[in-house]
């Protein structure tokens, strides 16, 4: 079974910068859909960006525009969220997820197969 597994996460300053990434347990599975979402303590999970393999074409929750970047390393198979600018309001629980579908503009938990356990990610102000 295919299991990603997250690493980056730790405490920074507010206006400072991480960056995750994201490594499937096995080299190849059937995902061309891959995104990270965030749950902060008390709050539901939500979609942060999405980004296709296939044409690379990227998606972000407007609370992140211009902050986060989706990105992968196809060679290796490595998936990344360079977070930039960091504020309080980022600190969150983040989780890669992969799914195969027509088209990855979705935030839908639920239409995701491949979850990671988790990366804490804590911005103090």
């Known amino acids: 079974q295919v299991q990603l597994r997250e690493s980056g996460g730790g405490s920074v300053q507010a206006g400072g910068s991480l960056r995750l990434s994201c490594e499937p347990s096995?080299?190849?599975?059937?995902?061309?859909?891959v995104a990270w979402f965030r749950q902060a303590p008390g709050k539901e999970r939500e979609g942060v960006a999405t980004?296709?393999?296939?044409?690379?074409?990227?998606y972000y929750v407007d609370s992140v525009k211009g902050r986060f970047t989706i990105s992968q390393d196809n060679a290796r198979n490595i998936m990344y969220l360079q977070m930039n600018m960091l504020r309080p309001e980022d600190t969150a629980m983040y989780y890669c997820?992969?799914?195969?579908?027509?088209?990855?503009?979705?935030?839908?938990?639920?239409?995701?197969?491949?979850w990671g356990q988790g990366t804490q990610v804590t911005v103090s102000a």
């Open positions: 980004l296709s393999i296939g044409d690379g074409s990227t």
């Open positions: 997820a992969a799914r195969s579908g027509f088209s990855c503009r979705t935030f839908n938990s639920y239409l995701y197969d491949y």
């Open positions: 096995v080299h190849t599975y059937s995902g061309n859909c």
